[in-house]
């Protein structure tokens, strides 16, 4: 089991470039979430997904789209990148079974400068 | 809307003292409140939960966290910190078990030998 595992580990970008970011879980989770971690601001969700071919906004949802086609992935793409995207960005993801939602596994995390 | 406010950055403590990482939270109705901790270059991992029922309760590595309702607090405590304890620890509250999560800003724990 690899649990919650995120493509690439580091990316630098250049403002207006484009780039997706792949989330893999290998535990059957239904629900996935996306992140972005910033010094003196914690965790603030970007978009998340509650099933295969489904997904929905976070608080910081702008100039990021996200898919689901498959039920193990979640992409989070961005279109035009800018340097106010420069942040770490993690995965998670979750499913009940005697949980609630705010247990989620998350990955390691990808490291995205733009420049 | 929900909030976490985590009112130190950072909390400093020798290796076999008690250790306490504060949380307060705001959230309509009752709240489901979470732990999780950051070690350098890693994902968070779940530490413990607060659902109902009895106000302490214990999770992982031997932390253990105190509800107050009247004080709309949520403590991470342990009893004898160990250097390997040294990490970033956030707090998050969620109105119930269905909902996602509003996460604090975060709180560096250092554990000196």
């Known amino acids: 089991n690899a649990g919650v595992t995120q493509t690439p580990k580091f990316r630098v970008l250049k403002t207006g470039q484009s780039m997706t970011l792949l989330c893999a879980q290998d535990?059957?989770?239904?629900?996935m979430y996306w992140y972005r971690q910033d010094p003196g601001m914690g965790l603030r969700l970007i978009h998340y997904s509650v099933g295969e071919g489904t997904t929905a906004k976070g608080e910081v949802p702008d100039g990021y789209n996200v898919s689901r086609l498959k039920k193990q992935n979640f992409l989070l793409g961005l279109e035009s990148a800018a340097p106010s995207q420069t942040s770490v960005y993690f995965c998670a993801s979750f499913t009940y079974g005697g949980r609630v939602a705010g247990e989620q596994f998350f990955g390691p995390g990808t490291r995205l400068t733009v420049l | 809307a929900q909030s976490v406010a985590q009112p130190e950055d950072q909390v400093n403590v020798a290796e076999g003292n008690p250790l306490t990482v504060k949380c307060t939270y705001s959230v309509s109705g009752n709240p489901y409140l979470f732990w999780y901790v950051q070690y350098p270059n890693r994902g968070l991992q779940f530490l413990l939960k607060?659902?109902?029922?009895?106000?302490l309760v214990k999770g992982s590595y031997g932390f253990e966290a105190e509800f107050n309702k009247s004080q709309t607090s949520f403590h991470l405590k342990k009893p004898s910190a160990l250097v390997s304890d040294s990490a970033l620890y956030f707090c998050?509250?969620?109105?119930?078990?269905?909902?996602?999560?509003?996460f604090g800003k975060g709180t560096m724990l250092l554990v000196s030998p």
């Open positions: 535990m059957n989770h239904e629900y």
């Open positions: 998050a509250v969620s109105p119930s078990g269905y909902s996602t999560l509003t």
């Open positions: 607060y659902i109902t029922g009895d106000n």
